[in-house]
C-alpha cells in the first residue's frame, strides 16, 4: 500500500525536549572518539571490563527473567488479548509482518556473526573443551543459535507488548518507552523524568545500531574492495557508509509503507535464494548433520547457558560472549519494540510474542545452519585454516574468503554484498523511523514523523557508526552497546510490571471467550467497555 493512499492526518508534532535533549547527548558521547581516538580506546578497555565481568549476573538473570515471563504472556490467559479494537485488521500480510520483525532486529549482522561466531567457539570453546576438538564442534553453532534465539526475541518481546498494550488496546498515541512505564512511575513520566527514559533511550538505540553497523561496514568495505581490487582503507570504510547511508536514508525518508515494508520483502526473498545456492554449493548432509547437533546441545544446556558465569576459573567466556550479546539485545530492545508495535496491530499478544521468540529464531537459526555449518566444514574437513585468517586479518577477511571459495565466485560477492546492504538498510531504516516516532508529541491513527526528522536521525547513526570506526577494534564498538544498554536494564523490568498491571485492571484474572478486545472510544477515557469477540482473526 502506497503512503499517498493511506489517511494522512499531517505529520506528527517533534518533541523538543526529548529530541534536541538525545540529539545533544548523542554527539557529546561519540564526537570524542572521533576527536580522542587513541586516548579513547584505553579508557574503552577499562570500562568493558568493570561492566561485563561485575554484573554478569545481573544481565543473565533479567534477560532469563524476560524469556519466562513472554512465554507466560503468549501461552497464559493474557495471548488471547487482541492488540486493537474489535474491528481492527492486521495492516501487513503475516510474510510481510515476519520480514519486517525478523529484518528489523537482525540485519546484516546476524550473517557476519553466522560466518564468524563458529571460529570462535572452535578455537576457544566454552566449558574448558580442548580447541578444534570434536567437543567443540559441538558448541560451534548451538552458542551462536542461543545468542541470537529464544532470549534474545523475549528481551525485544516483553516491552513490545507493554507498547503495544498501551498504543492499541488502551489508545494512547505515545510512541515511546516513558509513557509505557506509567503503571509503576505514575504521573512521574510526564515531568522530567519521562524526558530523561526517552532520551536515554535513544541515545541506547544509536549505539546498538553503530555497533551493528560498526561489524556491517567493515565486511562490506572488505569485500568490495578485494572485489575492486582496492586497499581496504578507512577512506573505503567511509565511502562504503556513505553510500549505504545514502540507501537507508532514501528509504526511511520513503517511510512505512512504500520504503521499509517493500525493502523487507526483497531483502528476504533475495536472502533465501543466497542460503539456498550456499546449501546446494556446500557439504549439505555434513551441515544438516552438524546443526541438528548443536541444536540438541542446545536444548539440553540452554539453562547452564543461561546462567553460566564462570566464577571460580574465570574463563571470561559468558562475560566476552552471552554478557556482551545481552547488553547489545537490551540497547536494540526498545527500538525493535517500538517498531514491532507499529507493524502489529490487529494481532494478539500470542501471535507477536510467538513471531518474536520462534520465528525469529528459527530465522536466526537458518543463518547458522548455512553460513556457520559451512565455516566449520572448511575449518575441520578441508584443512582451510580460517582461525589463521581470523587472527592476523579480521572477520572480513574470512568472509571475502569463504565466499571466494565458493562456485561462481564472481557473481556471488557482487550478490552478497547488495542482499547485506539491502539487509542492514532495512534495520537501520526501521531505527530510523522509530527514533523520529520516540522524538514526537504523540503519534495518531494514520501518522507519521516528519520526514526530515527521519533524516536526521539517519544522519546521527552514520555519525555514532564513523566514530566507532575511527577509533577501531571491537572493544569499542561493543563498549558502546554495554555502556548505553544499562538503563534498559532496569526499564525492561517496569515495563514488565506495567504490562501485568494493566491487564490484571482491564481483564481480571480470567478471560473465557477466544479472543478478547477492550474498545476505548478515547484514548483519555479511564473506563474501558469490554467487547467478547469470537471472531478469531489470529494467525495463531
Not at 512521574?188 to 545500531?209: E, K, S, Y
Amino acid at each position: 500500500m502506497e503512503e499517498s493512499k493511506k489517511q494522512q492526518p499531517g505529520y506528527a508534532k517533534i518533541n523538543l525536549g526529548v529530541f534536541w535533549g538525545s540529539a545533544i547527548v548523542c554527539l557529546l558521547f561519540y564526537l570524542p572518539m572521533v576527536i580522542f581516538q587513541k586516548q579513547a580506546q584505553a579508557i574503552i578497555d577499562k570500562l568493558m571490563f568493570v561492566i561485563t565481568h561485575s554484573t554478569d549476573w545481573l544481565w543473565e538473570i533479567v534477560v532469563f527473567g524476560a524469556l519466562i515471563f513472554s512465554m507466560w504472556l503468549a501461552l497464559g490467559p493474557y495471548g488471547r488479548v487482541k492488540l486493537g479494537a474489535p474491528d481492527d485488521k492486521p495492516e501487513f500480510k503475516t510474510f510481510t509482518w515476519i520480514a519486517m520483525m525478523f529484518c528489523g532486529g537482525s540485519g546484516a549482522g546476524l550473517v557476519y556473526w553466522a560466518f564468524i561466531e563458529p571460529i570462535f567457539y572452535l578455537q576457544a570453546p566454552p566449558f574448558w573443551m580442548q580447541p578444534f576438538s570434536a567437543q567443540a564442534a559441538q558448541w560451534s553453532l548451538s552458542y551462536g543459535i542461543f545468542h541470537w534465539g529464544f532470549s534474545a526475541w523475549a528481551t525485544f518481546a516483553v516491552p513490545a507488548v507493554a507498547f503495544s498494550y498501551m498504543f492499541y488496546v488502551r489508545k494512547k498515541p505515545y510512541l515511546y518507552p516513558s509513557y509505557a512505564c506509567r503503571g509503576v512511575l505514575g504521573n512521574l513520566v510526564d515531568g522530567w523524568v519521562g524526558r530523561v527514559i526517552d532520551a536515554v533511550v535513544i541515545i541506547g538505540m544509536v549505539g546498538g545500531m553503530a555497533t551493528s553497523l560498526g561489524f556491517v561496514i567493515p565486511m562490506l568495505s572488505k569485500l568490495t574492495g578485494d572485489y575492486f581490487g582496492l586497499a581496504d582503507t578507512i577512506l573505503l570504510k567511509v565511502i562504503v557508509a556513505v553510500l549505504f547511508s545514502c540507501i537507508y536514508g532514501y528509504s526511511c525518508y520513503k517511510g512505512l509503507y512504500s520504503g521499509i515494508a517493500k525493502l523487507a520483502d526483497y531483502n528476504m526473498y533475495l536472502t533465501f535464494v543466497l542460503l539456498g545456492f550456499v546449501l546446494l554449493a556446500g557439504p549439505t548432509f555434513f551441515m544438516f548433520s552438524l546443526f541438528f547437533d548443536n541444536v540438541g546441545m542446545l536444548l539440553q544446556n540452554f539453562i547452564r547457558m543461561s546462567l553460566y558465569t564462570d566464577p571460580i576459573t574465570k574463563s571470561g567466556f559468558p562475560q566476552d560472549w552471552t554478557v556482551f550479546y545481552w547488553a547489545w539485545w537490551l540497547a536494540w530492545a526498545i527500538y525493535v519494540a517500538l517498531f514491532a508495535t507499529r507493524i502489529s496491530k490487529g494481532r494478539t499478544i500470542r501471535e507477536l510474542v510467538f513471531n518474536m521468540v520462534f520465528s525469529a529464531t528459527a530465522g536466526c537459526a537458518l543463518m547458522y545452519l548455512v553460513f556457520g555449518g559451512y565455516n566449520v566444514d572448511q575449518l575441520l574437513n578441508k584443512g582451510v585454516d580460517l582461525a589463521k585468517i581470523l587472527k592476523e586479518s579480521g572477520g572480513p577477511a574470512v568472509i571475502s574468503q569463504v565466499l571466494s571459495s565458493l562456485p561462481f565466485g564472481a557473481i556471488v560477492v557482487p550478490f552478497f554484498i547488495i542482499v547485506m546492504a539491502i539487509s542492514q538498510a532495512t534495520g537501520v531504516d526501521a531505527a530510523s523511523y522509530t527514533m523520529a516516532n520516540m522524538s514526537c508529541v504523540e503519534i495518531r491513527e494514520g501518522q507519521e514523523p516528519p520526514k526530515w526528522s527521519r533524516i536526521f536521525w539517519s544522519f546521527i547513526i552514520f555519525f555514532a557508526t564513523v566514530g566507532l570506526l575511527l577509533v577501531g577494534g571491537m572493544k569499542v564498538v561493543q563498549l558502546s552497546s554495554v555502556l548505553t544498554s544499562v538503563p534498559v536494564l532496569f526499564l525492561l523490568v517496569i515495563l514488565a510490571i506495567s504490562t501485568l498491571k494493566w491487564l490484571k485492571e482491564d481483564f481480571g484474572n480470567k478471560i473465557e471467550s477466544k479472543i478478547l478486545t477492550i474498545d476505548y472510544q478515547d484514548f483519555e477515557k479511564s473506563e474501558p467497555v469490554i467487547v467478547k469477540d469470537v471472531t478469531n482473526t489470529s494467525n495463531v
